[in-house]
Every structure is written in structure tokens, then in C-alpha cells.
């Protein structure tokens, strides 16, 4: 796994984060200013993916969330265009995997440093991620998302925490693989926050598990569990 090696290598981690923080700024505008009609979680969970994602993050707003020319756009006809743009069904299932991993990923690394910090063991430090970016998950994203779309509270906490369960279960897997096999592999220890191993492999962990939940999320949205993109 040696080809991996530049995951900590402090100048790709600075130029990686610094080019999804610049995007990152810029979706937020856009989600807000232009494109609009994006759905408000969405509209959280997009800037967090590009943040972490950089370059292949934007890519994946820019070919699945913005349609062409939108800016351009105004009221209804704007409104009409974003949903027949993001209604294809893998446009659908990659807005559920972003609602996902934007809440969820954002608990689980925010839990992974403060784990490493104070030195928790592989298993504490998974179980601890795992709590953390479940109930931000859950409450922040799911929950609220639902509220928002005019479903009562309890329905809100029930099927929010249900589509919670099964996403998150498919996202520790893929990032706990990254954390358990592939950076002690590579790098050689856990690395801590202040190292740029620590930010390089966080963000392959996310994608893997990204990757590892896709297929979930497609069958939560085919079956109704989670409306996906909008």
C-alpha cells in the first residue's frame, strides 16, 4: 500500500483541504445565491463533503446537483429544471449518500479527534466514532431534514433513525477498514490531529466508506427509507 503514501504527506493535505475549502466557500454561495432549489440539508451537507473530498467532492456536486445554466434561471422554471436534473435515480442516491456521510462524517471525525487525543484504543476510538456520528447523524441531519419536509416529531425520530441505523453501519465499515488495515499499513502508527497522515487518511476513510454505503442508500431510496436527492 505503499502507492497510499502521499495521503501523509503534509504539502497533497494542505493543498488538498486548502482547494475543498476554497470549494467549499463557493458551493456554500452557490447553494444559497444561485442554486437555490437545492434541499436544505443538502445545502449543509454539500460544503462538508467538498471540504473533505476537495476536488472529486466538487465534481460530484458539479455533475449530480447542478444543473447546467441554472444560474440563468429564476422561480419556478429554476425549481422545474433542478428537479428534473437531480431526479435520475443515481443523482438521487448520491444526494442520500452526501445527506449521509455529510452528517454523519462530520460527527465520526470531530469523535476521531478527540479519540486520539485522548489515546482510546482501536476498538473505543471505533465504538466512540460510531455513537457520535450516529446521534449527529441522526439528529442534526435525519431528524431535522424530516421535520422540515412536514412529517410529525415522533415519525421524524423513528424513520430518521432507521434510515440512520443502516447508513451508518455501511459507512464505519468502509472507514473502518481505512483506519483499522490501511493506515497503520501505511503510515505505520494512528496517526494524531496535528499530522497530516491524521487528515489524509480521515478523508480516504470517508470516501471508502462512501463507497461502501452507496448501495444501501440506493436500496433506502428505491424502497422509500430516504427521498435522496432534491
Request: with cysteine.
Amino acid at each position: 500500500m505503499s502507492h497510499l503514501a502521499f495521503l501523509a504527506n503534509p504539502a497533497f493535505v494542505i493543498v488538498w483541504y486548502g482547494f475543498g475549502l476554497l470549494a467549499a466557500v463557493w458551493v456554500t454561495y452557490d447553494v444559497l445565491r444561485v442554486n437555490t432549489h437545492v434541499m436544505p440539508a443538502l445545502k449543509a451537507g454539500w460544503p462538508i463533503i467538498v471540504t473533505f473530498f476537495s476536488i472529486i467532492g466538487l465534481g460530484l456536486y458539479l455533475a449530480s446537483c447542478r444543473p447546467p445554466g441554472i444560474a440563468s434561471l429564476r422561480g419556478e422554471e429554476a425549481d422545474e429544471i433542478h428537479h428534473a436534473y437531480v431526479s435520475v435515480t443515481w443523482k438521487r442516491v448520491t444526494g442520500s449518500v452526501i445527506h449521509c456521510v455529510g452528517g454523519d462524517g462530520l460527527g465520526v471525525v470531530t469523535a476521531m479527534v478527540v479519540a486520539r487525543l485522548a489515546g482510546f484504543s482501536f476498538w473505543h476510538e471505533f465504538w466512540f466514532e460510531y455513537a457520535v456520528g450516529f446521534v449527529f447523524g441522526w439528529f442534526v441531519f435525519q431528524y431535522l431534514s424530516m421535520r422540515k419536509m412536514g412529517h410529525p416529531p415522533l415519525e421524524s425520530l423513528w424513520k430518521g433513525g432507521r434510515a440512520e441505523f443502516f447508513s451508518m453501519l455501511t459507512v464505519m465499515l468502509g472507514m473502518g477498514l481505512v483506519m483499522r488495515f490501511v493506515t497503520p499499513t501505511v503510515v505505520g502508527h494512528r496517526p494524531l490531529p496535528d499530522e497530516a497522515a491524521f487528515w489524509g487518511f480521515a478523508s480516504l476513510g470517508l470516501f471508502v466508506g462512501a463507497i461502501v454505503t452507496y448501495p444501501m442508500n440506493w436500496w433506502m431510496v428505491a424502497v422509500g427509507w430516504k427521498h435522496g436527492m432534491g
